[in-house]
């Protein structure tokens, strides 16, 4: 079962004309558990409509960067996607 954590994105950058990258800020009482490898993915989870969506993206940082970010490529009818671009 997923455990999920409310986090603040610190960014938003529009990288394509339809796709972006979200920062997110990682409090430093939760560093250890957002480690991660190269391939690993990030399951989100949000209300749009008044209905929960959880999508999967790819963490596109460097494990060395100390940063947590992903790329949400535009996707027509896409729920999550539209709301993220």
């Excluded at 986090?7 to 796709?19: M, N």
């Excluded at 690993?40 to 947590?68: F, H, M, W």
């Amino acid at each position: 079962m997923s455990h999920f954590h409310t986090l603040t994105i610190q960014e938003v950058r529009r990288e394509t004309p339809d796709a972006v990258s979200v920062l997110f800020e990682v409090p430093d009482s939760l560093k250890k558990e957002f480690h991660f490898t190269p391939g690993q993915y990030l399951t989100l989870k949000t209300t749009i409509d008044g209905k929960e969506v959880r999508r999967a993206y790819s963490i596109c940082a460097s494990p060395n960067s100390d940063e947590l970010r992903v790329a949400v490529k535009k996707v027509q009818n896409g729920a999550f996607s539209v709301y993220a671009n």
